[in-house]
């Protein structure tokens, strides 16, 4: 398994390298310039040349991208534009709590998506099925946003039981860390559970036909070890893929919910360095948002050797 890990994480190299330069690459060519923001009110040309070169704005694209890429290796994604922080402190700051929505919304999504999808497989064509297809075809149409504002309006407004916003640290109070996270992870998580729950049904149903499973339950064994045993495991690769493309669309989804409930996330950071052209901080956040989803689906990939050895032989 670990020279399985190694060989990804070797294949993802030029994959990371390239997606730098898309990030960098958009950032730059994006119309407008920030070197006006920062010149302040009414600047002179001259000001703003002088900011320009004062930035490094004037040298050619090439040498800009290898000085971004350079400083990144090492650690140093440079400093925001008008707070003069540095962008890898900032983006420390803020990370916790958007680690802390998306585990939390992903820990929901597939508790909820694998027992929904599990029991509706193992049931194909009764009524537990159709009600757990209506339920994730209506999760999947409702959009997150809206259920978010709905339920501040019944959890937080009409019945004060939940906070409606902000974000608690862990390290300052678990509680109130976890009270915080129950609406917007609940969320987030509606969509990507829908899904789960589609495909672990569409697997379960599929793999509890095949012949092997027949031949189990003709030797006798306990429909309990028919199915954690022989069902689960064989059903286990599709339901992983959608896993890992679920877990990457939550880390997008949190830069809509950070806002919405004003969670100091790096997605309302990215936000912010959007609309302020901190161009700094957008290329920052999307360059860890990558590694992130990278590292993701490098997990995915190792866990395939898991659930089939032929992959890890292979």
């Known amino acids: 398994m670990l020279g399985l890990f190694v060989r990804r994480l070797l294949v993802s190299i030029p994959l990371l390298l390239v ?3 898309l990030i960098f690459s958009l950032i730059v060519l994006v119309p407008g310039d920030p070197a006006v923001a920062l010149a302040g009110p009414q600047p002179t040309p001259e000001a703003i040349e002088a900011v320009r070169e004062r930035l490094g704005l004037n040298d050619p694209f090439l040498v800009q991208y290898w000085d971004w890429l350079s400083g990144a290796l090492t ?3 440079g400093n925001s534009l008008f707070t003069g922080q540095t962008v890898w402190e900032s983006i420390i700051a803020r990370l916790p709590a958007t ?3 998306a585990a939390a919304a992903l820990v929901l999504a597939v508790i909820l998506g694998l027992t929904i999808g599990a029991v509706a497989g193992l049931r194909p064509g009764r009524l537990i099925d159709r009600l757990a297809t209506f339920l994730a075809s209506l999760g999947v149409a409702i959009p997150y946003f809206w259920l978010g504002m709905m339920l ?3 959890l937080a407004i009409q019945n004060p039981w939940l906070p409606a916003v902000g974000y608690v640290p862990f390290s300052d109070d678990p509680v109130q860390w976890l009270l915080h996270l129950v609406i917007p992870a609940t969320a987030l998580a509606l969509a ?3 899904v789960i729950a589609r495909q672990t049904r569409a697997a379960v149903s599929t793999v509890m036909a095949e012949d092997y499973v027949r031949t189990a339950r003709a030797k006798g064994l306990s429909p309990r070890r028919v199915v954690g045993k022989h ?3 064989n059903a286990a690769l599709p339901v992983v893929t959608v896993f890992g493309i ?3 669309r939550l880390i997008g989804g949190t830069v809509v919910i950070e806002q919405l409930f004003a969670m100091p996330g790096i997605g309302q950071l990215a936000y912010q360095g959007v609309f302020s052209r901190d161009f700094p901080i957008v290329q920052g956040v999307l360059l860890v948002t990558a590694l992130m989803v990278l590292f993701i689906n490098i997990l995915v990939d190792v866990s395939y050797g898991y659930f089939n050895p032929r992959i890890r032989q292979s």
């Open 192 to 194: 990507p559970a829908a």
């Open 152 to 154: 501040v309006l019944f």
């Open 19 to 21: 997606v730098s330069f």
């Open 99 to 101: 680690l802390s929505l």
């Open 246 to 248: 679920e877990a990457n």
């Open 231 to 233: 069902a689960m495991k």
């Open 75 to 77: 650690g140093d994604l």
